[in-house]
């Protein structure tokens, strides 16, 4: 665990203004046990798992053999933080100025998760939702499989094979070039933007059953195609879609309280907030 030293020692800064909140937090002894404890002060499980979800992706799936690791890096900054407070820093300048710099960052993101909140309710997200079944109407999509050869004598001689009762499945792990010959030539449910224009084409003139009569060339080489199912799409209910739908709306909400703002806020660009290849000397 040594090679990850390093990197937790580097997400000291990030996280110690978590560290302050998170240590404030009256757990429930259920599902929040206390982890350590540092001259009398707990720690709990939650601030451990906090301190994981700031870390990198590929160490945050190593969660299980690095929580040991964390749980002692957070006693480290416990009693870091005791230290400092020992030495007085807690009216140090920069100290103070950093607190005031997490105080407005933390009073800017309550108010616009509240602004949020207000904005994002269940009609504006039915609303939101009814625009996309207006945008997405169902499609009609088929399933079908496929024989694929580089002929078209081999796809006339395959289609009379299936004229005789030869099973097409079968036949597409015998004969198809195609990636979907070991399926039988399976190639599951599709839209016809999916494919290419002369094999959807072949596709849509077929009734559940069918198979083409007469071999379809694209780019790809000769297809017989036979058309197992068709069916309409379903769209995701709302509730599948309530998640990503408030997603989406977050950031147009979050833009519409910054344009708000403006609109009241008297806001000057300098010439040095332009470019920075601006000199600022006469801005000043």
């Given at each position: 665990?040594a090679?990850?030293?390093?990197?937790?020692?580097g997400?000291?800064?990030?996280?110690?203004p978590?560290l302050?909140?998170?240590?404030?937090?009256q757990?429930s002894a259920g599902?929040?046990?206390?982890?350590?404890r540092?001259?009398g002060?707990?720690?709990?499980?939650?601030?451990?798992l906090?301190?994981a979800s700031k870390?990198?992706?590929?160490y945050?799936?190593?969660?299980?053999?690095?929580?040991p690791?964390?749980?002692?890096r957070?006693?480290?900054?416990?009693?870091?933080?005791e230290?400092?407070?020992t030495?007085g820093l807690?009216?140090?300048?920069?100290?103070?100025?950093?607190?005031?710099?997490?105080?407005?960052?933390?009073?800017?993101?309550?108010?616009l998760?509240r602004?949020?909140?207000r904005?994002?309710?269940e009609?504006?997200?039915?609303?939101?939702?009814?625009?996309?079944?207006?945008?997405?109407?169902?499609?009609t999509?088929?399933?079908?499989?496929h024989?694929?050869?580089?002929?078209?004598e081999?796809?006339r001689?395959?289609?009379?094979e299936?004229?005789?009762?030869?099973?097409?499945a079968?036949?597409?792990?015998a004969?198809?070039?195609?990636p979907?010959a070991?399926e039988?030539?399976?190639?599951?449910y599709?839209?016809?933007?999916r494919?290419?224009?002369e094999?959807a084409?072949?596709?849509?003139?077929?009734?559940?059953?069918?198979?083409?009569?007469?071999p379809?060339?694209?780019?790809?080489g000769w297809?017989?195609?036979?058309?197992?199912?068709?069916?309409?799409t379903?769209p995701?209910?709302?509730?599948?879609?309530?998640?990503?739908?408030?997603?989406d709306?977050?950031s147009?909400?979050v833009?519409?309280v910054?344009?708000?703002?403006r609109?009241?806020?008297?806001?000057?660009?300098?010439p040095?907030g332009?470019s920075?290849?601006?000199?600022?000397?006469?801005?000043?």
């Amino acid at each position: 665990m040594a090679r990850f030293l390093p990197l937790i020692a580097g997400c000291a800064l990030g996280v110690l203004p978590f560290l302050a909140a998170a240590q404030q937090q009256q757990p429930s002894a259920g599902d929040d046990p206390v982890v350590a404890r540092v001259n009398g002060e707990d720690i709990h499980r939650s601030a451990v798992l906090e301190f994981a979800s700031k870390l990198p992706p590929q160490y945050q799936a190593q969660l299980v053999q690095l929580y040991p690791l964390l749980v002692q890096r957070l006693i480290d900054f416990r009693l870091a933080g005791e230290a400092g407070r020992t030495a007085g820093l807690a009216d140090d300048a920069e100290v103070r100025r950093r607190v005031a710099e997490a105080e407005t960052r933390a009073i800017r993101d309550v108010y616009l998760e509240r602004e949020m909140d207000r904005r994002i309710t269940e009609d504006a997200l039915r609303i939101r939702y009814d625009e996309y079944l207006a945008a997405n109407p169902p499609q009609t999509e088929q399933r079908a499989r496929h024989i694929l050869v580089e002929t078209e004598e081999k796809a006339r001689a395959l289609i009379a094979e299936l004229d005789a009762g030869a099973d097409f499945a079968e036949l597409a792990k015998a004969n198809s070039t195609g990636p979907s010959a070991s399926e039988g030539g399976d190639l599951g449910y599709f839209t016809a933007d999916r494919m290419v224009p002369e094999f959807a084409a072949a596709a849509s003139a077929l009734a559940p059953g069918e198979y083409s009569r007469v071999p379809v060339k694209t780019q790809f080489g000769w297809h017989i195609i036979k058309v197992e199912d068709r069916r309409q799409t379903q769209p995701p209910s709302f509730e599948e879609m309530k998640s990503q739908l408030r997603e989406d709306m977050a950031s147009e909400v979050v833009q519409a309280v910054f344009d708000d703002l403006r609109k009241t806020a008297q806001v000057e660009v300098l010439p040095a907030g332009t470019s920075m290849l601006t000199d600022g000397a006469e801005s000043q």
